[in-house]
């Protein structure tokens, strides 16, 4: 079966509903409200045997990158009809989807996955380390919040939000930008991802605040779970946002009040988190990682030319990249305090596939981690020393699901 894509069209509505329908709600109708596309977004089809075989959005928003902002795609609702799986259809919709996003001006694209080891194979990566940190709450910390706190209360649907996201994320959004800009991979907003509130399951999801103007914020919701005979109540944050350390302390100590007859609370951090570095861990708090963040640089080249650094150095490379030639060079990379040069060249040094690339250049893992740890081969020690001065260690973080 040859499957080929296009974009969505109107007369696709039930079959794509359908799909989605299938995929990702247990056969629950689609929400009516939920219109496709949405504004920023484009939709997908595949087509094999004259019908839609599968579905695929891509929503165009940016996302840091070592202090810098890069244009992305954020995948979603990727998914095919039971009876056209196993034919490739994925593949070509996943294929299409890079070829696209590079022909049109996107540097990266970021993704959320089921089954991360289908998208490895057209070069997304895993990059960051999301924490979930677990705290009963007879042992969390006491600690003081001389912030003032607000809240406000969110309705189970996009479309009956007790508060427009308009007129909630601009009270957030300063905080939000200051906390995405130490980290790369965060997306920047127009207004809250809903569809990340809505990963979750419990609750109805409820927004606390700290600080005039905002420095701090969390997206929470509680959730029970049976535990033997009996029954426990959790207090899940969905997000766990701050820009200055007043505000972190802040959002836990309101955090601990509003769990106050809770079992456990429970909040994300990324691995330099400040609580996981602080004595507030002790024994019977327990951690673990979450579903990983999956990224794919589209545009090598565009990309390195956008870094900046005080150091300088040259080092050549070569980029592994079946989908797109455009990114495989070899690259010969020349920085300094005046900016980053590349330009092709007869041969490279430094050998990379594209998913290695990824990682280097958002920097969690980083090219250092990658070579001790011998997923990329050593090339010469000049060239190591130049190429992990560029792309040295950066903490890596999303909270997207697009």
């Known amino acids: 079966m040859t499957a080929w894509v296009r974009e969505y069209r109107k007369e696709d509505e039930d079959r794509a509903r359908m799909i989605w329908s299938v995929a990702f709600r247990g056969g629950e109708s689609y929400p009516p409200e939920r219109t496709i596309p949405l504004a920023d977004e484009e939709t997908f089809v595949a087509i094999a045997n004259g019908r839609v075989a599968g579905a695929y959005r891509i929503l165009s928003t940016t996302a840091t990158c070592r202090g810098r902002l890069l244009n992305c795609g954020g995948i979603s609702a990727v998914a095919v009809a039971p009876e056209d799986r196993k034919r490739h259809v994925g593949s070509e919709m996943m294929t299409h989807a890079v070829k696209h996003m590079h022909e049109t001006g996107q540097h990266i694209t970021n993704l959320r996955a089921a089954h991360e080891v289908f998208y490895r ?9 999301d924490y979930r940190i677990s705290c009963p709450v007879a042992r969390f910390p006491r600690l ?3 912030l003032p706190v607000r809240q406000w209360d969110v309705a189970e649907s996009e479309k009956d939000i007790t508060l427009a996201p308009e007129e909630m994320w601009p009270e957030v959004n300063a905080a939000y930008e200051k906390f995405s800009f130490k980290y790369s991979g965060m997306a920047m907003r127009k207004s809250f991802r809903w569809s990340r509130i809505k990963q979750a399951q419990g609750s109805p999801a409820r927004v606390y ?12 919701r509680f959730t029970h779970s049976t535990i033997g005979m009996g029954r426990e109540m959790d207090l899940e944050a969905i997000e766990f946002v701050w820009s200055t350390p007043v505000g972190y302390r802040s959002l836990l100590s309101t955090f601990a009040g509003v769990g106050i007859n809770f079992t456990t609370i429970s909040w994300p951090e990324p691995s330099n988190g400040p ?4 004595e507030w861990f002790t024994r019977g708090m327990t951690t673990k990682l979450a579903n990983p963040s999956l990224f794919r640089i589209l545009d090598v080249p565009g990309v390195l030319r956008g870094l900046s650094t005080e150091e300088s150095g040259t080092f050549t490379m070569v980029v592994d990249d079946e989908i797109l030639p455009a990114n495989r060079g070899p690259w010969r990379v020349c920085f300094s305090q005046d900016g980053v040069e590349v330009e092709p060249t007869g041969s490279g040094d430094l050998k990379l596939d ?11 893992p980083s090219l250092t981690d990658l070579l001790e740890h011998g997923f990329v081969k050593p090339p010469s020690e ?7 001065t560029l792309l040295s260690p950066k903490t890596t973080y999303s909270l997207e699901y697009f």
Request: proline letters at 4%; a negative charge.
């Open 121 to 129: 194979r057209y070069g997304w990566e895993s990059c960051g380390r």
């Open 144 to 146: 003081d919040c001389p």
């Open 209 to 220: 605040a700290v600080g005039d103007p905002v420095e701090a914020y969390m997206v929470i």
């Open 275 to 278: 609580f996981l570095s602080s």
């Open 354 to 364: 594209i998913r290695q690339v990824s990682q280097a250049i958002l920097g969690e």
């Open 382 to 388: 000049k060239t190591v020393q130049a190429a992990t």
